[in-house]
């Protein structure tokens, strides 16, 4: 059975509450603190559709929302404001589900946001961190200085990936990613984009692909539970 609960928090005082939808099965295996990317909230429907399936495969999952997207704005507020509100969310997510073991992470923005606070020790209950498509760079940009704190990082990482991804080139990211201790989990789905689309011709579907990448995220989960 499936429980979901509407919650609010304090992001950061000087920008007050932002919402918050907790979605958990009866006694979850561990709870993923999920921020959304940079252009839609914790409501579009691939948040909603990966927190289904996790949850179905015994996953709960805490998604929230950033200060501009609660305010109805479309720029995003500044790196330090996006980290403070992520610990926010990670210490409401576990006071909420107490002695459920955590992972972060979250789709593009909201994951490389939550690796920048890993980096500065700021999420110390956090046993490991998930992105569904890494940005790494802008499109058409041949930069990795995005993923520099990456290094800074000693948790578990999984990366989901597709290789018709413009904000990642997997020529760069690849190499990049193999040089990191823990080495990080990569699955790359053939392809996929970064919003986890894939071409009629391919004979795929969008769900499919949603399916092959949760499977993927709740192998991951059991490393590292050491499970």
Same mark, same amino acid.
């Given at each position: 059975?499936?429980?979901?609960?509407?919650?609010?928090?304090?992001?950061?005082? !000087?920008?007050?509450?932002?919402?918050?939808?907790?979605?958990?099965?009866?006694?979850?295996?561990?709870?993923?603190?999920?921020?959304?990317?940079?252009?839609?909230?914790?409501?579009?429907?691939?948040?909603?559709?990966?927190?289904?399936?996790l949850?179905?495969?015994?996953?709960?999952?805490?998604?929230?929302?950033? =200060?501009?997207?609660?305010?109805?704005?479309k720029?995003?507020?500044?790196?330090?404001?996006?980290?403070?509100?992520?610990c #926010?969310?990670?210490?409401?997510? #576990?006071? *909420?589900?107490? /002695?459920?073991?955590?992972?972060?992470? $979250?789709? !593009?923005?909201?994951?490389?946001?939550?690796?920048?606070?890993?980096?500065?020790?700021?999420?110390? /209950?956090?046993? $490991? +961190?998930?992105?569904?498509?890494?940005? &790494?760079?802008?499109?058409?940009?041949?930069?990795?200085?995005?993923? /520099?704190? %990456?290094?800074?990082?000693?948790? =578990?990482?999984?990366? %989901?990936?597709?290789?018709?991804?413009? +904000?990642?080139?997997?020529?760069? &990211?690849?190499? %990049? %990613?193999?040089? *990191?201790?823990?080495?990080?989990?990569?699955?790359?789905?053939?392809?996929?984009?970064?919003?986890?689309?894939?071409?009629?011709?391919? $004979?795929?579907?969008?769900?499919?692909? &949603?399916?092959?990448?949760?499977?993927?995220?709740?192998?991951?989960?059991e490393?590292? +539970?050491?499970?």
């Open positions: 059975m499936l429980h979901t609960s509407v919650h609010s928090f304090l992001a950061t005082e !000087s920008l007050g509450e932002v919402s918050a939808i907790l979605l958990r099965p009866d006694a979850p295996k561990i709870l993923y603190v999920f921020a959304h990317g940079a252009g839609a909230g914790m409501r579009h429907s691939f948040m909603e559709a990966v927190s289904y399936r949850a179905s495969r015994g996953i709960a999952t805490f998604r929230f929302q950033f =200060p501009y997207m609660e305010a109805g704005r720029a995003p507020n500044a790196g330090p404001v996006l980290m403070d509100c992520i #926010s969310a990670v210490t409401e997510a #576990s006071r *909420l589900v107490p /002695d459920v073991p955590l992972v972060a992470g $979250g789709k !593009s923005m909201g994951g490389r946001m939550t690796s920048n606070a890993a980096s500065r020790g700021v999420l110390p /209950d956090v046993l $490991g +961190l998930a992105f569904f498509g890494f940005p &790494l760079h802008a499109p058409g940009s041949n930069s990795t200085a995005r993923a /520099d704190h %990456l290094a800074q990082i000693s948790l =578990p990482m999984l990366f %989901l990936q597709g290789t018709r991804d413009r +904000l990642a080139d997997l020529n760069l &990211l690849k190499p %990049l %990613l193999a040089e *990191l201790q823990p080495c990080p989990m990569v699955h790359v789905v053939h392809d996929m984009d970064h919003g986890f689309h894939v071409p009629k011709r391919t $004979g795929r579907t969008d769900e499919e692909v &949603l399916d092959e990448v949760c499977n993927v995220f709740c192998q991951w989960c490393r590292v +539970l050491g499970r």
